[in-house]
């Protein structure tokens, strides 16, 4: 455990000792966070030498930046195996661009398309990407429709999301340019797609259905988040789905990665493996 996660659960067991303290630990990593976001203006975690990840603080995305540094650790580092140096790579909720920041040196003859609606975190993921010339950052949702859709801006931007989740605090709503990835691919004319990411806080059955072509058509490695408590929707549905189309079925848990049995949201990061690539990558 690093120095700061150290001083973090010690100072949470000194809080909590004291009397009338009754809040959960996410209360107290709120109030952490929010003070810390007051203190240090431009927070920043280094990928390498030259590629820093600038960050809000006060967000589920940034306490993990900061006391553990990295976000969703296992998944990012597993999925390397599946980038090559001209893959193309759809990042759907990229959110500041962890994944595409990490992955884009790795396809640097490829492409990298990150999608995210959020205004305020778009303007870090622009800034992240800046130097990354095979990253485009495009300020839209994907979705299974095209057209204008509603967006609730959470405070927490890890919970921003096309539909209320319940989670966090929404602190705008408004419209924001829908998409579907079968459109994208259409428009831009793209020939490949070989790496899939999807963490779109419950719509990621939506995103599955308007992708559904362009998944049959180059079979790519799927990376996608799915919460039941943000959904509000069976799991197996879009679970089953993907398996019937020819995709082998995994979650990571504790940091390991599992064959799937059955879902349970605190295991939320499955990877869907093409039939044709399994037992080709280890």
Not at 5 to 18: D, G, I, K, V
Not at 233 to 244: A, F, H, M, P, R
Not at 245 to 254: K, S
Request: hydrophobic share 40%.
């Amino acid at each position: 455990m690093n120095f700061r996660l150290s001083l973090f659960n010690l100072a949470f067991r000194a809080w909590r000792s004291l009397p009338g303290v009754s809040a959960s630990k996410n209360d107290f990593k709120r109030k952490v966070t929010g003070i810390l976001s007051r203190l240090i203006r431009r927070p920043m975690v280094a990928i390498d030498d030259q590629l820093f990840l600038r960050y809000e603080l006060n967000s589920t995305i940034g306490f993990q930046l900061f006391f553990h540094g990295a976000f969703e650790f296992e998944p990012l580092q597993y999925c390397r195996r599946f980038i090559g140096e001209g893959s193309v790579v759809l990042d759907v909720g990229a959110n500041i661009g962890v994944y595409a920041c990490h992955y884009a040196p790795m396809c640097r003859s490829g492409l990298v398309l990150a999608f995210e609606p959020g205004k305020r975190v778009f303007n870090l993921l622009v800034k992240n990407v800046a130097s990354l010339p095979n990253v485009i950052p495009l300020n839209i949702a994907l979705s299974n429709q095209s057209g204008l859709l509603s967006f609730y801006e959470n405070i927490d931007s890890a919970y921003s999301s096309l539909q209320q989740t319940g989670r966090g605090v929404v602190q705008t709503e408004r419209k924001v340019l829908g998409c579907t990835v079968d459109d994208i691919i259409l428009t831009l004319r793209l020939d490949r797609l070989d790496f899939l990411k999807i963490d779109v806080e419950g719509l990621e059955a939506e995103v599955v259905e308007g992708a559904s072509e362009s998944i049959k058509r180059f079979r790519p490695v799927i990376l996608c988040e799915i919460c039941e408590r943000n959904s509000k929707k069976d799991s197996k549905v879009l679970v089953n789905y993907l398996i019937e189309i020819g995709y082998i079925a995994f979650v990571f848990q504790h940091g390991k990665l599992v064959s799937f049995v059955e879902h349970s949201d605190d295991s939320q990061d499955y990877l869907f493996i093409p039939k044709r690539s399994y037992g080709a990558e280890d």
